[in-house]
């Protein structure tokens, strides 16, 4: 499944990410021991690997139906552990506005793809806010 990662990595669009949200809507039968698949919140002070020398540190979210998780996308290291079943949840990111600054810095690595990818997330959180306001 998905190993040790973050959110929100700079130089990528994904850097608009400030706050990442789970919620589990797997059936009441869900059992961690047998099922598994819990997310596990790294709290060790590392980013994509724990730090040398650090001793792992983290807390396991059991995927129980009704279950919210939210934290800082750039600050919470997680990964989910291996599942045994289909688990079912629903996922998302609230994102901070787009600047040119971060435009800019994508620009820098000469990397089309990762512009590219900044010129949607601007369109669609555009659309998102014309739709709201509108």
């Known amino acids: 499944f998905y190993r040790r990662h973050r959110d929100a990595i700079p130089n ?25 698949g819990q997310l596990r919140m790294h709290l060790d002070g590392g980013g994509d690997e724990c730090p040398p020398g650090v001793q792992p540190n983290f807390i396991d979210v059991d995927p129980l139906g009704g279950t919210l998780v939210l934290f800082k996308s750039e600050a919470i290291p997680h990964e989910v552990i291996d599942t045994m079943s289909e688990r079912f949840a629903l996922v998302g990111w609230f994102n901070r506005p787009v600047s040119a600054s971060d435009i800019a810095t994508l620009g820098e690595g000469g990397n089309i793809v990762q512009v590219g990818m900044m010129a949607v997330a601007l369109a669609l959180v555009t659309v998102g806010v014309t739709t709201i306001l509108g």
Do not use: F, G, T
């Not at 994904?14 to 059992?31: A, E, G, Q």
């Open 12 to 36: 990528s669009a994904s850097v608009l990410r400030k706050y990442s949200l789970l919620l589990y809507l797997n059936r009441d039968s869900w059992s961690p021991e047998k099922d598994a």
